[in-house]
């Protein structure tokens, strides 16, 4: 490997605060020529902040930042592109219906007086293309291709500018096993070129195929810097960690006497999930663990129906339901509530009570009529079992904190008896305070006799609510524990490891 | 290295077919309906009709290929009939009652069709006004404004070598259809081979991602509009010579064609999506069922309502066509 020991990109004293969050503080941070860094950290650790200082967008409140030996000052895409940083974040930004040529130099198109110097455009993407050993045609229009190879266009649109320090963003999290492995020849083959790479991922078979050195980020701060050889999974886990306070609910443990609520085995969506066997029983809270891009999202779409399943069978209350549809499954009570709450969860601009009825008009009308007196009962019912806070059931939903929406989401399901909820994320983007008050209501909900699967990226809450928990990496079971055998860090090191294929 | 080439050309050749597919499919349509309607009336295949089919064809042609550029962005100009008639109705007031020589009173209208279109793309791209707002307030401003200019009566105009020659033919073909063919292949050229076409459809594909490219987002919004205003002043023009006069009433229903025609022809009203030739094909069928319906003696009113169906089946069929494609592309991907 071509590592020097010059430095591309140094980062000394840095320190970064929003509001009353500290982001980041007292950061010292470098990277050599030709080296694979990988960058490793809980959400909010303060990964991104990093990477936002180094890519330019974000200013550091105190501290340096050296590109090249070259201090940059202030923020600015710009001049931090000037200095040779690219960065490829998670979201593709290509557009779909031109060529790859014409992406990979987007905006900067060789021309003539603005005429379009095409053969120069091509064979100069040709040449950025086999360089990297990718065999993608130039002329293919970005739609035609697989996401892989739209990943790998956006990281050859990054280096073809020859940049000195490659930033990528989980490159790999929305790719299946299989194309994992052009992704990452390709990192080589450009760190090989004596560009420095940052690598952020959580995926340890990939890390230990790649990256020279690994750093680990906890609460704004650097956790640890460690050799390939130190990064053991247990040992990134500890630190990604650091020292925990588990408080358990008491009652968690899996109950004799639980109905099977949901059975799976051996189902199959697409590459996302592969050969996935569970039970969902009534009276507990399931956990799913997984990383970005671990198919937990895909998993739970086909258990409510949203999705079809190209292998095995699904049975709700032992009546076969996989690819029956959403209109089966809801009959049959299983309620699904998606990770994305703002754009397909709320209607941000109608009222609490109807955001909570709005799955089930009929219980609050008659022929057709809305009754207002039943669904102001109706929905401030929900709202006090909920714990909803709000003055009126009238108040626009889009007002409420992003906890007490989603417990009007929840109550959404609650409202038309849903009695197997499938809760992908309920927890993102919520203060810690509606965290726990959303747990408390999980706990509850499982303790009145429903099924309820809460799907989660932060490891650590679901070894705090979970009575069971299945962990998912690469579309598979790397792991079942029951509580109260399991603790996060035996989560987090079950979820970093790659499935055997 | 050979392989890699074989494989590439394959997928290109594929991709073509797939992205030519409407293309394809409308030259068919276009084809059988000419057939047809060759059988039905035994005045439709004789050169006075197809020069009268390419007359009208003209008329929805030269703005259609602006409206092209407009709506490969996302944007949508309704205000094309109004402006025509507006313009027409300018150049006559101009030349005829302010004696405003021949020659600058062009440049005013041309000029001020593109300042006008212009002002709605600079609305969208500064303000975020939605520009089906703004040029559907254009398209009430300019049309009340032609008959307060009027008072409802054409303002008829003297006609000079330059109308005259506007109205002619050339080897038997009207002038206005060799302008459309002309106006045709220089559109063809900016979208496919300029920076400012590829801009066109970055900017309707991705603004965020144009913009990080370093492309200029506000010009080129600023630009189509500008583009758009500056055709319907030159056919504005154009009509004034066909009447001999700047009629306020010219030109109803023409966004109406020419929207359906851009639309038939494949181009995604939600921007990033379209071609040319596509809309080429698209006048050309409008305007050939247009003709064929007077020819078989259709009641008018009727004819509107046969219009207003075939422009919905066409994007469903087009929509049904694109989740295909899109389907078979996320099957290819797995």
């Known amino acids: 490997m071509p590592k020097s020991n010059e430095l591309i990109a140094e980062v000394s004293g840095v320190s970064k605060t929003y509001g009353a969050v500290q982001a980041l503080s007292g950061v010292d941070f470098s990277i050599s020529r030709g080296e694979v860094r990988a960058l490793l950290g809980k959400n909010g650790a303060g990964k991104s902040t990093l990477i936002r200082i180094l890519a330019g967008v974000e200013e550091p409140d105190v501290g340096t930042l050296r590109i090249n030996g070259k201090s940059l000052q202030g923020a600015g895409v710009r001049s931090a592109n000037a200095l040779g940083v690219r960065t490829v974040y998670q979201e593709l930004s290509l557009i779909p219906e031109m060529t790859v040529a014409e992406n990979l130099f987007m905006g900067q198109w060789p021309n003539t007086f603005g005429i379009m110097k095409l053969s120069e455009i091509f064979d100069r993407c040709e040449k950025t293309l086999s360089e990297f050993g990718l065999d993608i045609s130039p002329r293919a229009t970005i739609s035609e291709l697989s996401i892989a190879q739209q990943q790998l266009v956006e990281i050859a649109r990054a280096v073809s ?32 070129r004596g560009v420095a790479v940052i690598y952020v991922s959580h995926r340890l078979a990939e890390i230990r195929k790649i990256a020279d050195s690994v750093t680990v980020m906890r609460d704004g701060q650097i956790a640890a810097n460690l050799t390939i050889e130190e990064a053991t999974p247990s040992e990134i886990a500890r630190t990604m960690l650091g020292k925990l306070s588990e408080e358990r609910a008491s009652d968690m ?86 990770e994305d709450r703002k754009s397909d969860g709320i209607i941000a601009e109608r009222g609490i009570d109807e955001n909570l009825v709005m799955a089930g008009w009929k219980k609050v009308s008659s022929l057709g009529v809305v009754r207002s007196a039943r669904l102001r009962k109706t929905s401030e019912n929900l709202i006090s079992d909920l714990n909803i806070r709000t003055e009126s059931p009238k108040v626009l939903i889009k007002n409420l904190s992003g906890g007490n929406q989603q417990k009007v989401v929840i109550g959404r399901q609650l409202h038309v008896g849903s009695r197997i909820l499938l809760l992908d994320e309920p927890t993102r983007g919520v203060d810690i305070e509606a965290k726990a008050q959303i747990y408390r209501l999980l706990r509850d909900l499982a303790a009145k006799g429903d099924a309820v699967v809460f799907v989660s990226s932060e490891i650590e809450e679901l070894a705090l609510v979970a009575d069971r928990v299945m962990v998912l990496s690469s579309g598979a079971v790397v792991g079942t524990f029951d509580a109260p055998d399991f603790n996060t860090e035996t989560l987090l090191v079950a979820a970093m490891a790659e499935p055997e294929s | 290295m050979a392989l890699n080439a074989k494989v590439g050309a394959v997928a290109s050749l594929r991709g073509f077919v797939r992205q030519r597919v409407n293309e394809v499919g409308l030259l068919v349509a276009l084809l059988a309906l000419i057939l047809l309607l060759s059988t039905q009336s035994e005045n439709f295949f004789t050169p006075r009709n197809f020069s009268a089919i390419l007359l009208d064809a003209a008329l929805v042609g030269i703005v259609a290929w602006a409206a092209t550029l407009v709506i490969i962005t996302g944007e949508i100009d309704l205000s094309v009939g109004p402006a025509v008639a507006f313009w027409g109705v300018t150049l006559a007031d101009l030349v005829t009652n302010f004696k405003v020589p021949f020659g600058l009173a062009v440049a005013i209208v041309l000029v001020g069709g593109a300042a006008c279109g212009a002002l709605a793309g600079w609305l969208r791209a500064r303000f975020d006004v939605p520009t089906f707002i703004s040029t559907l307030g254009l398209w009430s401003a300019f049309r009340g404004l032609a008959y307060f200019f009027t008072g409802a009566m054409p303002i008829s105009i003297e006609m000079n070598p330059f109308l005259s ?50 492309i200029n987002v506000t010009f080129t919004r600023v630009a189509v509009f500008a583009i758009s205003g500056l055709m319907s002043a030159f056919l504005g023009i154009m009509v004034a010579a066909r009447l001999s006069s700047g009629s306020p009433g010219a030109a109803q229903g023409l966004e109406f064609s020419v929207i359906a025609a851009v639309v038939i022809g494949g181009t995604l009203l939600l921007g990033g999506k379209g071609t040319m030739t596509g809309t080429l094909l698209g006048v050309l069928f409008v305007t050939v069922i247009g003709n064929g319906l007077v020819l078989l003696g259709v009641n008018s009113f009727l004819q509107d309502v046969i219009r207003g169906g075939l422009i919905v089946g066409a994007v469903l069929l087009n929509l049904i066509v694109a989740r295909r494609s899109n389907n078979s592309g996320v099957a290819k991907a797995k």
């Open chain 1, 161 to 192: 500018s020859k940049p000195s320090l490659l930033i990528l963003d989980e490159p790999t999290s929305s790719l299946g096993s299989g194309e994992v492995d052009l992704v990452l020849s390709t990192v080589k083959a450009i760190s090989e």
């Open chain 1, 253 to 338: 443990a899996p109950k004799p006497g639980n109905k099977i609520a949901m059975n799976v085995s051996g189902i199959r969506v697409g590459n996302k999930v592969r050969d996935v066997s569970l039970e969902i029983r009534t009276g507990e809270v399931l956990g799913i663990a997984g990383l970005l891009g671990s198919g937990r999202t895909e998993l739970l779409q086909a258990l409510a129906g949203l999705s079809r399943v190209s292998a095995g069978e699904i049975k709700t209350f032992g009546i076969p339901t996989h690819n029956k549809g959403r209109k089966v499954t809801r009959r049959l009570g299983v309620g699904y509530t998606s």
């Open chain 2, 165 to 214: 020659a506007l109205v002619g033919r050339v080897f038997g073909i009207p002038v206005p259809a060799i302008l459309m063919f002309l106006l045709f292949f220089i559109f063809y050229f900016i979208t496919n081979k300029t920076t400012f076409g590829r801009a066109v459809f970055a900017v309707g594909g991705n603004p965020k991602a144009a913009e990080l490219g370093g």
